[in-house]
C-alpha cells in the first residue's frame, strides 16, 4: 500500500516477553488529519505496541512502514528522526529548567542546530498556532500537569513528529484540562498531524476519535469508524458479550449510618514546599459512610489522605478514630486498626518497582504475615488471590517485578491488596485511575460493599458521574479547605462545579 495520507503502517507485529505474547497484531495505521484511539482492557498490550511504534521494544516479527517506505526503528532516536514522538505519563521534564531550555535540551539530540533566539521564535509561534497558552519562561516545575503535558507535546512537535502516540494522556488530567488537551489534538489533527490516543474513557473515545482500534490479549480484534461505534459495542469487543453484559454500577440507598469511624475537628498542616496545607479541615464520617472528595487533584486531597493515615502530622486540631484520640498514632497503629488506603500515584507511593508482585503484596501488611523472622508467602498468595478474585481482577503475576506491570495491572495489585483484609476505614484516592471500565466498576462495587459491611468510605475523584453513583454524601476540597458539602438531592454538576471553582452556593 502506497498512499499519502497513510503516515505509519505496521504489520504482523509479535512480541514476546518470556512466555507471554504481549502483541500479535495483524495490522495498524494511521493516516494523516486522524485520531486513532487504541482501547482495551489492563494488559491488553496497547503501551507494548505503542512502545515498538516508538523504538523502545523491538518486535520478535513484522514490518512497520512510515509514508509508505519499510523502516527500522531501533530507538526512540530512529523513531524520532521518522516524525514519531511519543508522550509517557511519566513526564520527562526537569522541574528547575525554564519551558524554553526544557525544549532546547530535548532538540539538542537531533541532528540540525538552531541559535536560541531563533529557536524560542519557532517555539513561541507553534504554540501560538495551536493556541498552547504557555509562558516559555517559566520553570517547569511551576506548572499545572496540563500545562506539563502542553510542553511534552511542544517539544515533540518541535522535534519533527507527525505523529504523536499518546498513553493515557487524560489519566491524571482534570476534566477541564482533558478538554483543554482534546482541543488541542483537534488543532493538530486540522493540521494535518496523525495521532494516537490511549485511554479507558469511553466517552473520550466516542467523542475524539475517527477510528477505534480494539486490543484484546495482543491483538486488535477489530477497528471500528466512529459512526460505527457506541458504548455496549466496544464493551462487548473488549470484554466480550458476557462480561459486558455483566457490567453494573452500584445504586445507592440511604442508609442507616453507624458509630463514628473518623473525626477531624479544625485540623491545620504545615505549610511545605510541594504541599498543599490543610486549612481548618472539620470532617466527620461514620460507619457504612461514603463520603466522596469532589476537587481538582492538588487542592489538600493528598494531605488529607496523609494526616489520616498518620503520615502527616497536624499543627492544630484534633483527628478521632472510633471515638479514640488518635492525633499521635502512628502508621503502624492506624493500619493495624484497619484503615486502608489508596494512594494517587501507586508506582511511587504503594508499589516498589524492583520488588516483586508477591513482595509488594506483603508490604504494608504489617505483622500479619510474619512468622518469627520469616513471610508466610502461602498465605500472602492465598488472601491476595482471593481479594483479586474478589474484585473480578485476574490472578497477580506473583513472581513478575512491579516495574513491569502493566499500569492498569499495578493499580489492581495495589487494591488487591488493601481491599483484602475488609478495612474498617477505606481512604482512597482515584482508585479507578488507569483501570479499565470493567475494573472500575467492579472498584466502585467493593467499595460499595465494604459500605454494607459497615465500613467507612472517603473516596477521592475527579469525575462527578462516578462520585454521584456511589456517595452518601460529597464534600468539595479548594485549596486545603472544605469548600462545600453536599447531600445527594444537591448532587448536580453545576453546583458542585462552582464550589470547586469557588462561587459557594453549599447547604
Ligand atoms: N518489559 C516487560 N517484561 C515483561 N512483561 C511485560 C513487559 N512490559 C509489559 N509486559 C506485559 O505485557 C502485557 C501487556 O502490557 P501493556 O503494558 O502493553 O498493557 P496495556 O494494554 O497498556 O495495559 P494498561 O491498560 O493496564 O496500561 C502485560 O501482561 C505486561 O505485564
Ligand atoms: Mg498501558
Known amino acids: 500500500m502506497n498512499d499519502p495520507t497513510v503516515i505509519l503502517e505496521a504489520r504482523g507485529i509479535v512480541k514476546r516477553f518470556g512466555p507471554l505474547v504481549a502483541n500479535d497484531v495483524a495490522q495498524f495505521s494511521v493516516g494523516a488529519r486522524e485520531i486513532v484511539a487504541l482501547l482495551g482492557e489492563n494488559g491488553a498490550g496497547k503501551s507494548t505496541l505503542c512502545k515498538i511504534l516508538y523504538g523502545y521494544y523491538r518486535p520478535d516479527a513484522g514490518e512497520i512502514s512510515v509514508a509508505g517506505r519499510p523502516v527500522r526503528i531501533d530507538s526512540p ?12 505519563q511519566n513526564f520527562s521534564l ?19 542546530t538552531i541559535g536560541p533566539g531563533e529557536l524560542r521564535r519557532r517555539m513561541a509561534d507553534l504554540a501560538a498556532r495551536l493556541r498552547l497558552d504557555i509562558d516559555l519562561r517559566l520553570p517547569v516545575g511551576r506548572l499545572a500537569v496540563g500545562d506539563r503535558q502542553k510542553v511534552e507535546i511542544l517539544k515533540q512537535l518541535l522535534a519533527g513528529a507527525r505523529l504523536l502516540i499518546l498513553d493515557e494522556p487524560t489519566k491524571v488530567l482534570a476534566p477541564q484540562e482533558a478538554e483543554g488537551l482534546f482541543k488541542t489534538l483537534s488543532e493538530l489533527r486540522e493540521e494535518g498531524y496523525g495521532l494516537v490516543l ?17 486490543m484484546r490479549q495482543g491483538r486488535i ?8 461505534a457506541d458504548e455496549p459495542r466496544l464493551l462487548r469487543l473488549m470484554f466480550g458479550e458476557e462480561a459486558a453484559a455483566k457490567r453494573s454500577t452500584p445504586r445507592r440507598v440511604t442508609a442507616a449510618f453507624g458509630d463514628s469511624a473518623l473525626r477531624l475537628d ?77 494512594p494517587d500515584d501507586p508506582l511511587t507511593l504503594a508499589a516498589i518497582p524492583g520488588l516483586s508482585v508477591r513482595e509488594n503484596l506483603a508490604l504494608g501488611s504489617g505483622k500479619r504475615y510474619r512468622t518469627g523472622v520469616a513471610l508466610d508467602w502461602h498465605r500472602v498468595i492465598a488472601d491476595m488471590g482471593r481479594s483479586a478474585s474478589r474484585l473480578g481482577f485476574p490472578p497477580p503475576a506473583y513472581g513478575a517485578r512491579a516495574a513491569i506491570l502493566s499500569g492498569g495491572n499495578l493499580q489492581r495489585i495495589v487494591l488487591a491488596r488493601e481491599l483484602a483484609h475488609d478495612p474498617r476505614l477505606i481512604v482512597a484516592l482515584y482508585p479507578t485511575r488507569g483501570l479499565d471500565a470493567r475494573s472500575a466498576d467492579a472498584v466502585r462495587i467493593a467499595l460499595d460493599e465494604a459500605r454494607a459491611r459497615n465500613a467507612a468510605v472517603l473516596f477521592a475523584s475527579e469525575d462527578l ?5 456511589i456517595s452518601d454524601r460529597i464534600i468539595v476540597l479548594r485549596g486545603g479547605a472544605i469548600a462545600g458539602t453536599f447531600l445527594p438531592a ?7 462545579g462552582r464550589a470547586m471553582v469557588g462561587i459557594a452556593d453549599a447547604a
Open 198 to 214: 490511549i485511554t479507558h474513557k469511553l466517552r473520550e473515545v466516542l467523542a475524539c476519535a475517527d477510528r477505534i482500534a480494539v
Open 221 to 228: 480484534v477489530d477497528t471500528l469508524a466512529r459512526d460505527e
Open 77 to 88: 532516536q530512529d523513531a524520532r528522526r521518522l516524525g514519531i514522538g511519543m508522550i509517557f
Open 465 to 469: 458521574d462516578e462520585l454521584f453513583a
Open 266 to 342: 479544625r485540623i491545620v498542616t504545615a505549610a511545605e514546599p510541594g504541599a498543599v496545607p490543610l486549612r481548618g479541615v472539620s470532617l466527620a464520617l461514620r460507619e457504612g459512610e461514603i463520603c466522596g472528595v469532589a476537587g481538582v487533584s492538588g487542592n489538600g486531597q493528598q494531605e488529607l489522605a496523609e494526616l489520616i493515615l498518620g503520615l502527616r502530622r497536624p499543627l492544630d486540631g484534633t483527628k478521632e478514630l472510633w471515638g479514640e484520640d488518635a492525633t499521635r498514632w502512628t502508621i503502624g497503629t492506624i493500619r493495624a486498626r484497619g484503615v486502608a488506603s489508596i
Open 94 to 112: 526537569i522541574p528547575a529548567l525554564a519551558v524554553w531550555e526544557n525544549i532546547a535540551l530535548f532538540l539538542a539530540d537531533l541532528p540540525w
Open 490 to 496: 444537591s448532587f448536580t454538576p453545576d453546583v458542585i
